[in-house]
Nanobody, 124 residues
Framework: QVHLVESGGGSVQAGGSLELSCAAS????????MAWFRQAAGQEREGVAS???????NYADSVKGRFTISTDRTKNTLRLRMNTLKPEDTATYFC??????????????????WGQGTQVTVSS
């Protein structure tokens, strides 16, 4: 079992930055692949970025060059640094995890564990 708790959301003006954190606990083997997803009001959930235990990353085209995913596995923490934020980045952001590695760790795969979400609002 894996438990995920997000923090760091808030409100920011367009062009600003935020950093989200996700505290992870539970079986390390079940969270070798971790990711961030987001869901805007009235829209489907979409993958933002993923990272596996080897540090390999995968990003959605909409955030490439602006967002950076990272992990500190000694502290069991997943982060998402978001720069040059746009109003269309407004959404609830979720942390997710599964036991995949390598090519099987990417934002299009299925994830077994989810956090409760943290709201990010970007005003123009």
């Amino acid at each position: 079992q894996v438990h995920l708790v997000e923090s760091g959301g808030g409100s920011v003006q367009a062009g600003g930055s935020l950093e989200l954190s996700c505290a992870a606990s539970g079986s390390p083997g079940s969270r070798t692949c971790m990711a961030w997803f987001r869901q805007a009001a009235g829209q489907e959930r979409e993958g933002v970025a993923s990272i596996d235990v080897y540090g390999d990353t995968n990003y959605a085209d909409s955030v490439k060059g602006r967002f950076t995913i990272s992990t500190d596995r000694t502290k069991n923490t997943l982060r998402l640094r978001m720069n040059t934020l746009k109003p269309e980045d407004t959404a609830t952001y979720f942390c997710a995890a599964n036991g995949n590695t390598g090519n099987f760790c990417y934002i299009g795969t299925s994830f077994d564990y989810w956090g409760q979400g943290t709201q990010v609002t970007v005003s123009s």
